[in-house]
C-alpha cells in the first residue's frame, strides 16, 4: 500500500496552508505535550497529594513529581509507538491501544514508584499488598495527568466528537460534482493532482488525497474532508479511508471474510466491517472478487 510517499512540494502556485507537510514529531511535543506535562508537574508539586506536601520541601516535589510525570509519559509514548507499529490500519485502533498503553504504563509506573518509595520514604510497597495499593494510587494520578492529552487523541483520530457522514448526494460518477453542487474538497486538491479523485486516506493529523496523478498531504481531519465530498458519488469504507465509486476496480475478500477495495491506481484499500454492508449495498462487491 503506498501511503509513505512523501508529498512534492514542485507546485505551479504557492503552497497553501492545508498543503504543508506533517508537523514534526518534535513540535508537537512542544506545543501540547510539554505544556501539559508542565501544568500537571506544577500542580502536583503545589498540592503535595499523599503526604508528600508534609514531608517535602517545595523543590523535592517538585523533583519528585517532575520525575514521576516524565518517566510516565516517557513509557506512554514508547508504548503508543511499539502499538502504532504492531497493529496499523485496525479498525478502532486508536482506543484499543490508548487503553493498553494506559494499563501497561500503570504496572510499569508502579513499579517504579513502589522502588523510589523505598529509597526516599522508606516505605515498604514491595509487597503484594503493599503493590496493590501503589497501583491505585498510580492509576489515580495516572487518569488525572491524561484524561485531557488521551481525550485530544482521540478526538485528532476521529474516535470522539465523531459525526457520521451524511448520505451520499444524487452525483455522477468520478471525481467530479453535480452541476448543481459544487465539493468544496475539490478546491483543495493541488492543482497538478487534477480532479480525478480516486480515494482519501486518513495519516496521523493529515489526509492523503489519491488522485489519477498522484498523491499529497492535506491538513484536516478526515470526517470534514467527507463532509466536503457531498455530491460525489463515493462513501467511506473504513475509519482511514474514503473511496470514489469509480476507482474501484476489483474487489479482494480475505480468508476471515473481510473485504479489502483495489483501486484503479493498484492501492488496497481495507473495508471495515462497521462499513461492509453500505459497501454491499452500493454495489461494489458485484465487480470482480478475487
Known sequence: MQTNAQPNAETSSPALPWQSPPVPYGRRVLRRRLPLLAASILALALLGP????????????????????????????????????????????????LAAAYLTVSILQTLVVALLESRLRAQ????????????????????LVSALPVWLELRDHGVVGHQPPAPPQASIPGGEPTPNRPVPFLD???????????????????????TALG????????????????????????RSYWVAASAVAAVERKPDGKLSLRLTNGLLVPVSRTHAPSVRAAGWTEKAVS
Open 50 to 97: 499523599f503526604g508528600t506536601f508534609r514531608e517535602m520541601g517545595f523543590a523535592v516535589r517538585l523533583a519528585y513529581w517532575g520525575g514521576q510525570i516524565v518517566s510516565g509519559w516517557s513509557m506512554f509514548e514508547l508504548v503508543i509507538l511499539v502499538a502504532r507499529r504492531v497493529l496499523p490500519n485496525l479498525e478502532r485502533t486508536w482506543p484499543l491501544m
Open 124 to 143: 515498604d510497597f514491595l509487597t503484594p499488598a503493599g503493590l496493590a495499593e501503589m497501583y491505585g494510587y498510580v492509576l489515580v494520578i495516572t487518569t
Open 215 to 238: 498523491s499529497d498531504l492535506i491538513l484536516m481531519r478526515m470526517r470534514d474532508a467527507v463532509a466536503e465530498l457531498a455530491g460525489i458519488d463515493g462513501r467511506q469504507v473504513h
Open 188 to 210: 483543495r486538491i493541488p492543482a497538478r493532482l487534477g480532479r480525478d479523485l480516486l480515494a482519501l486516506e486518513m495519516e496521523d493529523h493529515y489526509v492523503r488525497v489519491h
